[in-house]
């Protein structure tokens, strides 16, 4: 049975792909590699803890020593790497820990399976021919886009905030690892994920979780941000045809095609709550809604062309919005 590496699998888009490409893939087992930080959490992967296909491993993705040990034991032929910092606020307030992780992490996963698949530039190991280093990226190194455009795979790295510029960092390792050492390598940037399991501090929990406690729901600036946002059961059927058909070196962009402002997200999540879980006096949550300083160096707008993926991969996202924050707040409803 073939073994792939799986990086912080207990987060939110890694604990939404582990139980579906388990069950997909039944001649694949999965160990999940995990430091359980504040945004990991192994309650989030219950459906599949006695699974014979899975492994879990607490562990830094920094630490080599571990992450050789992995590779050697269980014959690691792929890798899919979610782990990460990710909230751009705390990457404002804390760079280091983002560097370390986004960064430094990923070089240690690059250097390792280079070594373990490869005896020498474009040169595998025996058995080692279709080891595949897949790398789970951001439409935010792209930087912002005015009020029309989207970004493709060909559009120029132009991260604004700390986290973004992480992010293209280890997009950029992975590249030269591809044309340095012919190591067979797939980057994926998507856009803004939303759906069951996502941390607290991310925008639609944050506004779910503000409006059934009776808070203000914080929205930054004008509220007039625009974000394109993928269903992530979407992104992992993704993922998982990138991972098993995309091109060696190449990068797929992964977009819902669902752009929304800030405020539209609000005002749908309110209109949604007040018919399902209505507040008890009768008014609407939109009352709770708080406008709250900008964030620093925010970006304007993101929207991903997806063509690529759609096009060469086959694949093509089956949720629009309005179907996916429905299951996405019945999801929070009940747990």
């Known amino acids: 049975m073939k073994s792939i590496l799986v990086t912080g699998g207990a987060g939110f888009i890694g604990s939404n792909f582990i139980p579906y490409f388990l069950f997909q893939n039944r001649d694949i087992s999965i160990i999940n590699l995990d430091l359980l930080t504040y945004a990991g959490d192994l309650s989030n992967l219950k459906e599949i803890e006695t699974h014979p296909g899975y492994t879990f491993i607490k ?26 910092e990710s909230h751009v606020d705390n990457s404002i307030t804390g760079p280091e820990a983002f560097v370390r992780t986004n960064v430094n992490g990923t070089f240690t996963l690059l250097d390792v399976a280079r070594k373990a698949w490869l005896k020498a530039p474009f040169e595998p190991h025996s058995g080692q021919e279709q080891s595949r280093f897949l790398h789970v990226s951001t439409d935010e190194v792209y930087g912002t886009l005015g009020d029309t455009g989207y970004f493709t795979e060909a559009t120029a790295y ?9 992010k293209a960092g280890s997009d950029m390792l992975v590249r030269s690892y591809h044309h340095t050492y012919g190591m067979n390598t797939i980057t994926t940037n998507c856009s803004n994920n939303y759906g069951p399991k996502q941390h ?19 929205i930054y600036g004008d509220g007039l941000n625009v974000r394109d946002w993928l269903y992530v059961l979407d992104h992992a059927k993704g993922i998982e045809l990138a991972f098993k058909k995309g091109l060696a070196g190449q990068t797929y962009n992964i977009g819902g095609r669902n752009e929304r402002t800030n405020m539209q ?23 709770q809604i708080t406008f709250v300083k900008d964030r620093a160096g925010h970006d304007r707008r993101y929207a991903i062309d997806a063509t690529k993926i759609e096009t060469q991969l086959g694949w093509k996202a089956e949720e629009n919005f309005e179907t996916g924050i429905l299951k996405t707040i019945h999801w929070y409803l009940t747990h």
């Not at 032929?77 to 990460?84: L, N, P, R, S, T």
């Not at 607290?200 to 914080?218: C, F, G, V, W, Y």
């Not at 999540?269 to 949550?285: A, E, F, K, T, V």
Request: net charge positive; charged share 20%; with cysteine.
């Open 158 to 166: 132009a991260p604004n905030s700390p986290y973004s510029a992480s």
């Open 265 to 287: 997200i609000v005002n749908t999540i309110c209109s949604i709550l007040d018919s399902q879980s209505p507040r008890s006096d009768g008014r609407s949550y939109k009352n």
């Open 200 to 218: 607290k501090e991310k925008l639609i929990p944050t506004i779910i979780r503000k409006a059934l406690s009776n808070q203000p729901i914080p």
């Open 59 to 84: 562990g830094d993705i920094g630490d080599r020593t571990l992450v050789e040990s992995l590779f050697k034991e269980y014959n690691i032929q792929g890798v899919i790497h979610f782990a990460a």
